[in-house]
C-alpha cells in the first residue's frame, strides 16, 4: 500500500471491507460504550428539566421505546440539582438507564451534574467561551494564554469526573464554535476538530480517558467530513481511538430529518465509524428510536459481503467537497452540475398522463399543457413499457435497448444497454445519448479505453453487493484513476421494504456517494417500497439534504429540549405552511436564544424564542426584530423575507 492511500485511509479500517472501528470501551453507568459493544441508541429530553415527574414520565417512554442513555439539558444550577430528584424517581420505578446532563455556558451546573449523572456532554464552544461572534487576531502567546484559560476553567471538571467515574462526551457543533477557533481555523471541519482536540489534550494530560466525542452539523457534508478528519487527527497525534457519538443536528422533522439524518449517520456507518447514534427531529424523542435503530441494524450483518478488490491509489477527497469533474451529454455533467433524477415505471401496470403527477408533473387540461413542479424527474425509465401519449418537453425516456428499436421515433428516448452488448460493439447506439448498464465487475482497461471516446456515453451503475455504497465508489476509484469523464447514474434497487426503511436506506446510500461529490444521477427502483411520489420526493430529499440539488425551502430546527420556550412541532409547521414555496431559502427554528442564534449555522433567516411568549427574528446571524409577540411573529418572519427580496408568492 502506499503512503498516500496509508494517509487517506486512516479515518476508518478500509474502504472496501466493512469493518468497525475499534474504540476504547467506555463505561457510562451499566450500559458501556465502544470496544466490542453495539450501537448504542439515545435522545434528549424535551421537558422542562425542573418538571421532575414529567422527566421521570418522559425518560421512561424514551427507555421503552430503546433508548439506552437519556439526555437531560441542565441550563443552571438549579437544573443540575434537580437531575438528582429525576435520577431517584427513575431509580424507584426500577429504570437504570444513564443519565447524560447536556451543558452549554455553565460549568458550577456540569461540576455539579457530575457529580449526580452517569455522564456530562459539554460544548468545547461555549463551555469557557461567550459567544461573540468577533474575529480576533491572535498572536501565539495570545493564544496560549486562552488555552491556558480553559484549561483552569475545565480542570475542576476532569477532576470531578475522575473521582465520581463520570464520562465526559466532547460534543462540538458547527454552529456554535468559539470565536477563538472561528478566527484562527474558520467555520469548518478543521476548526470543529481542533475545538474538541483543544479539550481532549486537556484530558489526557490528566489521564481522563472516559471520553466520548461528536462532530455535530446540520449539513450532513461538513458532518461527515469532521468526524472523518477528527478519526485522522487523533491517529496524526497518538491520542487514543475514543468512542464516536453520531448525529445530525437540528435536521428537522418528517422526511427532511431522517433523509438528513441517514446521509450524515449512514455515510459514516458504512465506513465502520460510530459507537452510539443520536438522531435530532423536531419529534417526539421517542420516535427518534426507530430511525436510529433501523440506521444501525444494516451492519449487523455485514461483515462477510462479497469480496470488492483492494484500492491501489484513491483519488476521492474524504475531508473536503469535490465534485467529480465530468464532461458534458445532454443535460449530464459539464455544465449541467445538477444531478438528474430517473424514475421506475417499468414494473408499472399501467402508464397514463395522470401516472406522472406522482413525479412531478401536472397536466392542466383545460391549458392542454403540462405544469413542472420543483420535483419534477428528468427522466422515466420505461425498461419494455411503451406509452402513447405526450410527454412534457422537458422530460426523457429511457428503455431497455430492443424496446428502444421500436420507439426511436420518439422525441427524447433513449436507450439502456448493458455493458457486455455495448463492449462487444454489437448493438445500435442513439446519437444522443446511450445509458450503460455497468456493475464494478464490467471494468476493465478495454472498457474504460472505448467508453471514454464515446461522446453520448452516460454510464448507470447498479450493484448487487450488501456493501453496495462501498462497490459503487469501487467503480467511481476506477473511473477517475482511468481518467475516465463519462457521467454516473447511481442506481440502487431495492424491494419489499416499509416506506421509513425505503427512506433511511437510499439516503445513506446514495447520500454517501454524493457527499463525497460523486454522480451526476439518481435512479432509485423500489418494488413494494412505497407510492410512486414516495419514492420520487426521497431521491429529490436526498440530492437537498447532500445540498447537490436544491428543490425546496430548507428548515433548521432544533429538536427542542428544557431550554425549549415555544411549541417546536407546531411552530415548525406553521411556518412550513407559510414558507414551503421558497426554494432554496434556509430557515432556522431555534427554541432558545442561549443556543439557537449559534447552532443556526447557515440559515437565511432565523427565529428564535426569547422569552416566554417572545420570538426575535434574525436575517443571517443579525438580530433584526426582538421580542416579538408569538401571535404576530411568523407574520413578521414573512415581512421580513418579503423585505429581503426573498418572497414569491406561492402558486395558486
Ligand atoms: S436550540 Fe433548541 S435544543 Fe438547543 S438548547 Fe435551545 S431549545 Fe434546546
Known sequence: MNAEIAALKQYCNSLVQYSRRKTIEVKIGDVPMGGINPIRIQSMTTIDTMDTQGSIEQTIRMVDAGCEYVRITAPSIKEAQNLDEIKKGLRLRGYNVPLVADIHFTP??????????????????????KKRFETIDYTEASYQAELDRIRKKFVPLIKICKEYGTAMRIGTNHGSLSDRIMSRYGDNPAGMVESALEFLRICEDEQFYNIVISMKSSNPQVMVQAYRLLVQKLEEEGLKPYPLHLGVTEAGDGEDGRVKSAVGIGTLLE??????????????????????????KRYDDRVGHEPIAAIQHYPITPFDYNRRKTREVVNFGGSHPIPRVIADFSTKEKITPASCFALGYHYAVALDKWNITDTACDYI?????????????????????QTWQTQRHRDRAYPLIKASDYHKGEVELSDRLNFIYTLLKDIDEAFLEKVKNEPTAVLFINTYNKHGLAEQRRLFVELMNGRCDVPVVIGRAYADLTSDQLQLYAATDLGGLLVDGLGDGVFIAAEHCGSDKFINDTAFNILQATRTRISKTEYISCPSCGRTLFDLQETTAKIRVRTSHLKGIKI?????????????????????????????????????????PTAEAVDELVDLIREHGDWIEPAS
Open 108 to 129: 458550577n451546573a456540569a461540576e455539579l451534574a457530575a457529580r449526580i449523572v452517569e455522564k456530562v456532554r459539554i460544548n468545547p464552544g461555549n463551555y469557557a467561551d
Open 381 to 401: 425509465f420505461l425498461g419494455d413499457k411503451t406509452i402513447e401519449f405526450e410527454i412534457p418537453g422537458t422530460l426523457g425516456l429511457i428503455f431497455n435497448h
Open 588 to 628: 432556522g427554528i431555534m427554541g432558545c436564544i442561549v443556543n439557537g442564534p449559534g447552532e443556526m449555522a447557515d440559515a437565511d433567516y432565523g427565529y428564535v424564542g426569547s422569552g416566554p411568549g417572545r420570538i426575535t427574528l434574525y436575517k443571517g446571524k443579525e438580530v433584526v426584530r426582538r421580542n416579538v
Open 271 to 296: 465506513d465502520g465509524l460510530g459507537d452510539t447514534i443520536r438522531v435530532s427531529l423536531t419529534e417526539e424523542p421517542e420516535a427518534e428510536v426507530p430511525v436510529a435503530r433501523e440506521l444501525a
